[in-house]
């Protein structure tokens, strides 16, 4: 197989965990004779510095071009502190996601047995986790009409959507119910919301296509105190934007910290594949970022975007393996423990290739 591969590393600690996700990408090619070429561009605060813009024309050609997109994060802390800059980077990641038409984002909430001591959860409540979310992503208040009074004193974000938007993330969502254990919560906030009510009216009338699977209706509030209560109610969870934002950085805890998630956004045709942590700028160029959420990213973008499977799962296995025998970053150490082997973002991207090319030896 061949495919062309755009690597965007972005801000922050993105270009320090994106060398290992691309890095595992090229390690897999070389174990099942697949040729990856890959390319980089500018987006975000890197870009800005550059070009002036946060998404360059010349970024958004090569993404159009290419079969998939490998990012890093976004963000710097100067736009955090100084919200009157006009331009900022987020702006080009919300772009690239209208351009490409990637509406629907998947959130795998995938659980390893050996972290279940990194989170603050207790291990009995999360053990069998395994929840998918699908968060809509090119509509809702990111990207609905923004407003500021003269004196600046009052603003407000249109809370916006159409049917169709619904619809089609709604049978995303459904056909991967069918695959799974064949029930989907739809998470809204209906008794509020004139958004929500169309959104809750419509997944209504999309589940009567998929009559095989069970569907319940559940509150954004709800959700967000189910979802650390009892994880494992959930299989398939539909959500706004906004909603879908908040409740998968709120499952990171589930996973242990927000270095072990990837995501995948998808939409017709090229699929942009990251890790859901931010561009954690306290920790850029200190070799603490843990890498394993970006290399999870590159096993997404095997399995969805290329249909490779058993590469994907090899992927997933090693990283099984690496921590089984006690490696750690720093955000999934237990610091109270000597049992664990810390090691930096560098140190656990090579074991991973290490183990990577071991597993397959010994196979």
């Known amino acids: 197989m061949k495919k062309n591969i755009l690597v965007i590393p972005g801000d922050g600690i993105g270009p320090e965990v994106t060398t290992w996700g691309k890095a595992a990408l090229e390690k897999i090619a070389e174990i099942f004779g697949h040729e990856f070429v890959f390319e980089e561009a500018l987006m975000g605060h890197a870009a800005i510095e550059v070009t002036g813009e946060p998404l360059p024309d010349?970024?958004?050609e090569s993404a159009?071009?290419?079969?998939?997109?490998?990012?890093?994060?976004?963000?710097?802390?100067?736009?955090?502190?100084d919200?009157?800059?006009?331009?900022?980077?987020?702006?080009?990641?919300?772009?690239?996601?209208?351009e490409l038409g990637l509406f629907a984002n998947l959130r795998p909430i995938l659980l390893f047995d050996e972290l279940l001591q990194a989170s603050s959860i207790k291990p009995?409540?999360?053990?069998?986790?395994?929840?998918?979310f699908f968060r809509?992503?090119?509509?809702?208040?990111?990207?609905?009409?923004?407003?500021?009074?003269?004196?600046r004193n009052t603003a407000s974000d249109l809370m916006i959507y159409h049917r169709y938007e619904v619809e089609r993330?709604?049978?995303?969502?459904?056909?991967?119910?069918?695959?799974?254990?064949?029930?989907?919560?739809?998470?809204?906030?209906?008794?509020?919301?004139?958004?929500?009510?169309?959104?809750?009216?419509?997944?209504?009338?999309?589940?009567?296509?998929y009559p095989d699977v069970e569907t319940e209706h559940m509150f954004i509030d709800?959700?967000?105190?189910?979802?650390?209560?009892?994880?494992?109610?959930?299989?398939v969870v539909l959500t706004a934007n906004l909603f879908g934002d908040i409740l998968t950085d709120e499952a990171s805890q589930i996973a242990g910290s927000m270095g072990m998630l990837a995501s995948a956004s998808v939409g017709e045709s090229t699929g942009f594949f990251e890790p859901i942590h931010g561009s954690a700028h306290d920790i850029a160029g200190k070799d603490l970022a843990n890498p394993l959420a970006s290399i999870l990213s590159a096993a997404l973008m095997l399995e969805i975007g290329f249909g490779l499977k058993e590469e994907a799962k090899l992927l997933v296995d090693t990283i099984d393996q690496v921590l089984k025998e006690g490696f750690r970053t720093?955000?999934?150490?237990?610091?109270?423990?000597?049992?664990?082997?810390v090691l930096g973002t560098a140190e656990m991207g090579k074991l991973v290739l290490k183990f990577l090319s071991q597993k397959l030896i010994n196979s």
């Open 83 to 98: 919200p009157s800059l006009k331009v900022r980077p987020e702006q080009g990641l919300l772009k690239i996601r209208k």
């Open 64 to 81: 159009r071009k290419s079969d998939a997109i490998l990012f890093g994060a976004i963000g710097h802390a100067k736009y955090d502190n």
């Open 58 to 60: 010349e970024t958004l």
């Open 330 to 341: 720093h955000d999934i150490a237990d610091q109270s423990t000597n049992r664990f082997k």
């Open 136 to 151: 809509e992503l090119t509509g809702d208040v990111y990207f609905g009409e923004k407003t500021r009074s003269e004196d």
């Open 222 to 235: 709800n959700a967000a105190m189910q979802l650390i209560k009892n994880p494992k109610k959930f299989d």
């Open 169 to 209: 993330i709604a049978h995303k969502a459904y056909q991967a119910a069918q695959q799974r254990n064949k029930r989907l919560c739809s998470v809204d906030k209906a008794n509020v919301l004139e958004s929500s009510r169309l959104w809750r009216e419509t997944v209504q009338e999309i589940a009567k296509q």
């Open 124 to 132: 009995e409540i999360l053990r069998g986790t395994d929840i998918l």
